[in-house]
């Protein structure tokens, strides 16, 4: 079981930046893989940004160039720094975790951009 928490969203202008946080209850280096993905009203859920164990990371193509993902090995943290964030950024933000064929979730947070 791995339990994940995550924090660091709220309400900011367009242009502006944010770092989300994800804290795991269990080794990051047993964790295939940790993501963030998104999920806006009315829309599907989609993938933002992965790192597998190895260090490989993944982008959407939306987000490429203004996100980073990023992970402290020694914190048991995967990190999500957003740059220049736009309103179509607006969504619950939900950290997920992989491990031996299972996915976990986070509760979300909550990102508005908004003027």
């Known amino acids: 079981q791995v339990q994940l928490v995550e924090s660091g969203g709220g309400l900011v202008q367009p242009g502006e930046s944010l770092r989300l946080s994800c804290a795991a209850s269990?080794?990051?280096?047993?964790?295939?893989?940790m993501g963030w993905y998104r999920q806006a009203p009315g829309k599907e859920r989609e993938l933002v940004a992965s790192?597998?164990?190895?260090?490989?990371?993944n982008y959407a193509a939306s987000v490429k160039g203004r996100f980073t993902i990023s992970r402290d090995n020694a914190k048991n943290t995967v990190y999500l720094q957003m740059n220049s964030l736009k309103p179509e950024d607006t969504a619950v933000y939900l950290c997920?975790?992989?491990?031996?064929?299972?996915?976990?979730w986070g509760q979300g947070t909550q990102v508005t951009v908004s003027s």
């Open positions: 997920n975790a992989y491990r031996w064929y299972t996915d976990y």
């Open positions: 269990a080794s990051i280096f047993s964790i295939d893989r």
């Open positions: 790192i597998t164990s190895g260090g490989s990371t």
